[in-house]
């Protein structure tokens, strides 16, 4: 079979059993491929049968790169007609015939991609990291599939979503649907294939957030695929569009990574659409024969724009043969299109500003406007005044914009009232599921709900809530009142400088039982209390600009992704921002003013902008007048120097090596100067204390206080200037290389916050040779399977073996067999036991011996990590004897049954094993089954170990 029939079959099948009805559209483009082509001619002439008013979407993003979600993008099969919407959160079902709204489903969180229909059922994912399936008849729950199982949230374009997102939109072909989860590379990517039918999954790849290598200009980083886009079928691949760069490549049947790669050269402009060509379109394949459209893969760069791709495949579909254009003329439709489609022979046309047509043939036509939903200044006449209530808290809070948090929901438009009166988006918490469904239903009808009112039904304590977000939190009249422990945590999520909790008075002696740091506590005339964040947190640094320290203390590796957003963008050449007081003051170049750019000569600044650390809101006029006054101040007339550098770097264009004082290597304990990996970038890096930052392809640290290596915060580029920043008790990441066109997948900016350090985070260390390291070693952990190097507190430096994670020490490691099987898993699936989770989520199976050479004589401690990797083991299914230095350590050892069940951690810790001639064996005699084995961490007897940690994996809703 061709390929153009393999496609043409793959589009006929949907849900395995069902072929796809002629007449059905039950995906976004039609069909796996995304060709946007069907069997079914559209009538010449059309009429409108019914529309309705959805309301404007508001992308995610504002660059085109980056706009999967501009319009809706509706689904048929049969008589239904289905719509995802980021605007409430949720998927509707409209009658075909009628525009009649048969059903409405909530997620957790936006639903930003449109979902995929057949046999039944309707499937779809949201950014709360859930894949839900339910009835196409009734939008009843058939199954779900929390993508990662960890609550942990994060701020993301501006609403409180999990940390791993579904944003590789669902695609269904021959009975399985394909989706991805997760955007940070460095947090873990997540591409699933999934039964349709039952949700069982099929496979699953995580391996594909630390890939290290090639970089625009040919610079070496980690890397990582970044899933924003619709995943598509191309033969017996599965692609997957990764956010602005180009699309990776899966065997559709194993998951296996067949092909990714950043440009190297840079400067060509991906994006989040691509699709395959039908029969019509061969003469336009291009890479690998995707087709990609240059109006969606565009840029500016400083110099011209860059486009690659054909302009208007994505505004274009195929039926019976004609191609159509969406800008029609479609009679009876006003305003710009977005999308249009056809099914049920009808034609479905959805404009930019949010509205939704059905076309008919003409002669067949009955206009029947659908009811347009409730404003929300109509929706509060109809419930009356605001509640007095909303208005005592608002009263109190000193602030009405920001982020809100209310614990419980109050009475029947208390939520209304507090959205109305202020501009705060809300998240409330409730664990009464059914409030939560009246309340929804409620606030999506006066348009509310999504963007400014969110609800969630969960405990305070399992929310997974990010630190600091919150400008105000209430806890609403009639909620639980939050024991000490638990308001502890709640205050945790408040804004420093004064974010405030307001709630009845009996909460100021919980208050004082909490011990609060740095809160104040007023009692307020109307029964209520404020507790207010004061100040700064504990330990961080205010950043004034001009290459000056910033030790901050409470920014240290490991650290996970707070918030991003591509809001505000600067010039990669533009002054560095400033950090004070929990706001970024930044001040941009004009870089579109072509009339100053003769030469090297540069350009004009234009005013500051601030923006708050915690959360990337663009702050508004009225907001930090003082701080505002003070930075008031910019030279508009005079056009600037083209780069701004330390004193230390005397290049502009081409900086030396770092140089960051000395260090006690890790494997030797000797004394040498501080060196580490740092691949392309103008800006040379800068010592800011504990963190010295740069761009290393990416943007990058090392952490001087744990000697860390090279740490890449893989998907944005930082820029020209030094825009790393560690300050306000976050390293800040701002979008700060506009003007630049190279292939990052992630334009964007972001702010990262410290992590305990079970939390997964790889590093390349850097290259010593192994003759330099003979007989030296007294410490040493070697991590089989993992994909880079990791250092501990108490000083194991962890090395990947075999390595593939960059530069790195040269130990002398030998294994029998030479080739045994290395495997590797996220560490967020560990659900337990003792040790460090990102060493036993990897590991390698039938080994027989492993000998680690270079050690210096002595006597050592030895730690053996062990993690059942396989859900299907049974206890006694594998046992085996590991040996040290030729002497029974462990004997008849079951992992599984030992460590009470498959990804739990099981550390053996074997002391007093005398090393000579600088070698130590590690054997492993194999009874049942074949053996396994994670780490081996070798620590020269008298120094300090690390403790070891007992993590527990925050459980998922499934």
Same mark, same amino acid.
């Given at each position: ?78 008589? /239904? ?7 409430? *959160? ?8 009628? %525009? ?108 594909? %957030? ?31 569009? #990764? ?11 194993? %998951? ?5 790669? +950043? ?81 049920? *022979?009808? #034609? ?58 209310? +614990? ?159 809001? +505000? ?111 392309? %970038? #103008?800006?040379?890096?800068? *010592? ?16 001087? /206080? ?33 003007? #630049? ?48 190097? /990791? ?168």
């Amino acid at each position: 079979m061709n390929r153009l029939s393999a496609l043409a079959l793959g589009a006929t099948l949907l849900l395995g059993m069902s072929p796809l009805h002629a007449n059905d559209w039950p995906m976004w483009r039609a069909n796996p491929g995304r060709t946007a082509s069907v069997t079914p001619a559209l009538p010449e002439k059309l009429s409108v049968l019914w529309s309705r008013e959805l309301g404007a979407l508001k992308p995610a993003y504002r660059d085109v790169r980056l706009q999967f979600d501009k319009g809706y993008e509706p689904v048929v099969l049969g008589k /239904r007609l289905f719509v995802a919407s980021s605007r409430d *959160d949720s998927v509707t079902a409209y009658a075909t015939d009628t %525009g009649a709204e048969l059903w409405k489903v909530f997620a957790d969180g936006p639903v930003r991609f449109a979902p995929v229909a057949g046999d039944g059922r309707v499937i779809f994912g949201s950014d709360d990291g859930v894949l839900r399936c339910v009835s196409a008849d009734t939008g009843e729950l058939l199954w779900q599939k929390r993508a990662v199982p960890n609550d942990r949230q994060l701020l993301g374009n501006g609403r409180l979503i999990s940390v791993w997102p579904i944003r590789g939109g669902p695609v269904l072909h021959a009975g399985r649907v394909y989706f991805a989860a997760g955007v940070w590379p460095l947090e873990g990517v997540f591409i699933y294939c999934l039964d349709a039918t039952s949700g069982r999954e099929v496979w699953l790849n995580d391996r594909t %957030g630390y890939l290290y290598g090639v970089h625009p200009h040919q610079a070496e980083a980690f890397g990582g695929v970044a899933p924003q886009g619709y995943l598509l079928v191309d033969g017996v691949d599965l692609v997957v569009p #990764c956010s602005s760069a180009y699309p990776a490549r899966f065997d559709l049947a194993t %998951g296996a990574l067949k092909d990714f790669a +950043l440009p190297s050269a840079g400067r060509l402009p991906g994006g989040w659409f691509a699709s395959t060509p039908d029969e019509k379109e061969t003469q336009r394949q291009k890479r690998l024969g995707l087709l990609f459209d240059k109006e969606v893969n565009a840029v500016r760069h400083e110099d011209k724009p860059r486009a690659e791709g054909t302009a208007g495949v994505r505004r274009s579909f195929r039926a019976g043969g004609k191609e159509w254009n969406f800008d029609g003329p479609w009679p009876g439709v006003s305003g710009k299109v977005h999308s249009v489609l056809t099914a049920d *022979d009808k #034609c479905f046309v959805v404009t930019e500003d949010g509205r939704l047509f059905a076309l008919v043939e003409s002669g067949r036509a009955d206009l029947l406007v659908g009811r347009r939903a409730l404003s929300p200044a109509e929706a509060a006449r109809q419930r009356g005044p605001a509640t007095t209530q909303a208005t005592r808290f608002l009263a109190a809070a000193g602030a009405d914009r920001g982020y809100a948090l209310v +614990l419980g929901l109050g009475e029947p438009g208390f939520l209304e009232a507090l959205a109305n009166q202020s501009q705060f988006k809300i998240l409330a918490l409730s664990d009464s599921n059914v409030s939560i469904a009246a309340a929804r239903t409620r606030l999506a009808a006066a348009r509310l709900y999504g963007e400014r009112v969110a609800l969630r039904q969960v405990a305070p304590t399992a929310s997974g809530l990010p630190p600091y977000f919150a400008n105000l939190i209430v806890v609403a009249p009639g909620a639980t009142l939050p024991d000490p422990a638990t308001l502890k945590q709640i205050f945790g999520w408040l804004r420093p400088y004064g974010g405030r909790l307001i709630g009845p008075e009996s909460l100021a002696r919980t208050a004082e039982a909490a011990q609060l740091p740095q809160a104040s506590v007023k009692q307020l005339a109307n029964g209520l209390v404020a507790i207010t964040r004061e100040g700064a947190l504990a330990g961080s640094t205010n950043y004034k600009g001009d290459f000056q320290p910033s030790a901050d203390e409470l920014v240290k590796a490991p650290l996970g992704v707070l918030w991003f957003d591509d809001t +505000l963008g600067n010039f990669k050449r533009a002054p560095q921002p400033k950090f004070i007081d929990g706001v970024m003051v930044s001040t941009d170049k004009d870089w579109l003013d072509e009339s100053t750019r003769k030469g090297k000569v540069d350009y004009r600044l234009r005013p500051s902008l601030l923006s708050d650390v915690y959360t990337g809101r663009v702050l508004d006029a009225g907001e930090a007048p003082e701080l505002r006054k003070q930075q008031s101040q910019v030279d508009l007339a005079t056009i600037q120097q083209s780069q701004y550098r330390p004193a230390t770097q005397k290049d502009d264009w081409n900086p030396g090596a770092p140089v960051a004082g000395t260090r006690v290597n890790p494997l030797t304990g000797d004394y040498e100067a501080r060196a580490f990996p740092k691949s392309y %970038g #103008c800006d040379g890096g800068f *010592d800011y204390g504990h963190l010295y930052t740069m761009r290393s392809g990416t943007a990058a640290f090392y952490d001087k /206080r744990l000697d860390s290596g090279t740490i890449h915060v893989s998907g944005p580029r930082s820029g020209c200037t030094s825009s790393v920043i560690p300050a306000n008790g976050v390293l800040n990441v701002p979008y700060f290389f506009e003007g #630049c066109s190279c292939s990052y997948p992630l334009p964007m900016a972001l702010s990262l916050v410290s992590l305990p350090p079970t939390f997964e985070q790889w590093a390349a260390w850097g290259a010593t040779p192994s003759n330099s390291l003979a007989g030296k070693v007294e410490r040493v952990g070697i991590n089989f399977g993992a994909p880079g190097d /990791r250092k501990t507190d108490d000083g194991t430096l962890w090395l990947g073996f075999p390595a593939v994670g960059g530069p790195s020490p040269k130990m002398e490691v030998r294994t029998e067999p030479a080739a045994p099987e290395f495997y590797y898993r996220h560490s967020v699936w560990i659900e337990g036991g003792e040790g460090w989770p990102w060493v036993g989520a990897s590991g390698v199976k039938g080994l027989q011996a492993v000998t680690v050479a270079g050690l210096k004589a002595g006597t050592y401690t030895v730690r053996l990590t062990f993690a059942e990797p396989e859900a299907g083991m049974k206890a006694g299914g594998r046992k085996f004897t590991v040996r040290l230095q030729n002497q029974i350590a462990l004997e008849h050892l079951d992992v599984l049954a030992e460590s009470g069940g498959a990804m739990r951690l099981l550390t053996k810790t074997i002391s007093k094993v005398a090393v000579t001639g600088g070698t130590l064996t590690v054997k492993l005699d194999a009874h049942v089954g074949i053996t396994l084995l994670n780490g081996v961490e070798i620590v020269r007897a008298g120094l300090t170990m690390d403790p070891l940690p007992s993590p527990a994996r925050v459980p998922g809703r499934q």
